[in-house]
């Protein structure tokens, strides 16, 4: 787009892939039709409602595995080596452009630390924007903060009530390890990621790796999601292939945007 004011890093032509084929069950490779024609239209670069397409994303995982670091690193190109524990819950809005479309992730960095979990809980339950995405981190090198993403995962489905969020398991400090120490560990997080249906990323917000890959990823699969399910409300309710329309993923509905 001629106008766009968005980073270039920001702004997505083409959709972004898993980090590895066997780390995902979203085995979505490209835009849908119904979004590539969507986007192409002259009336969706009228829409004056785009720029309110929000998709919330939660950050959760063990104390100090690096989940504040992922969002400083994402969001201001910084990495600090000392360690601030995060009080309560922290959010950041990230704008993109997908396929000319602005498109905003609310990004949610909660507390590791036990004494302020029902502090975040409270405030991402009371949010009005659907939780479509959990990001579950752990740390490459600490092998009892991947056990501990099990956990993690069952406090956040009892969070998303009906919904049928993204999970993505994503293993920080990715520099630390190298040669046969990271390749047992990601064999590890794969089998993890598995078993909770889940994809897996290895990051490092040290020296940046998949970082903004990660997020590119997370913002194509829910805008894809987001468009279909606003062209089905538009759609008139009278037959049955409008039912089929509102289920999302494994047949849940999953509105996945603040105005979808
Ligand atoms: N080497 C390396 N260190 C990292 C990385 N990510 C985070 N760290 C360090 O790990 C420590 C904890 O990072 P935080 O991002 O504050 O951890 P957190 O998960 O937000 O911690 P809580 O807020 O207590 O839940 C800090 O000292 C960071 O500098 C990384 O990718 N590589």
């Not at 922290?90 to 000319?100: K, N």
């Amino acid at each position: 787009m001629l106008n766009d004011v968005t980073p270039k890093n920001r702004q997505l032509t083409n959709f972004v892939k898993p980090y590895e084929i066997f780390s995902t069950p979203y085995y979505k490779l490209d835009f849908s039709e119904i979004t590539k024609t969507f986007c192409e239209s002259r009336n969706c670069k009228a829409d004056s409602t785009s720029s309110l397409r929000v998709c919330k994303v939660i950050i959760v995982g063990d104390v100090s595995v690096g989940k504040t670091s992922i969002v400083n690193r994402f969001c201001r190109k910084m990495f600090d080596t000392s360690y601030k524990a995060t009080i309560g819950v922290d959010f950041e809005m990230e704008r993109f452009s997908i396929l000319g479309i602005p498109y905003n992730l609310q990004i949610w960095d909660t507390a590791g630390q036990e004494r302020f979990r029902s502090i975040a809980q409270s405030y991402y339950r009371n949010s009005h924007v659907f939780i479509a995405v959990v990001i579950i981190v752990f740390d490459l090198s600490k092998p009892d903060t991947l056990l501990n993403t099990r956990k993690w995962f069952f406090d956040a489905m009892n969070t998303c009530g009906d919904m049928l969020p993204y999970v993505f398991v994503v293993g920080t400090k990715k520099d630390l390890l190298g040669g046969f120490a990271y390749k047992t560990a990601e064999l590890n997080a794969v089998n993890v990621a598995k078993s909770l249906n889940a994809e897996y990323w290895p990051v490092s917000s040290k020296n940046g790796e998949n970082i903004d890959l990660l997020f590119a990823r997370i913002a194509a699969l829910t805008f894809d999601d987001c468009i279909k399910n606003e062209k089905a409300r538009s759609r008139p309710i009278t037959i049955s292939n409008d039912i089929v329309s509102f289920k999302g993923r494994k047949g849940v509905y999953n509105s996945k945007c603040v105005n979808c």
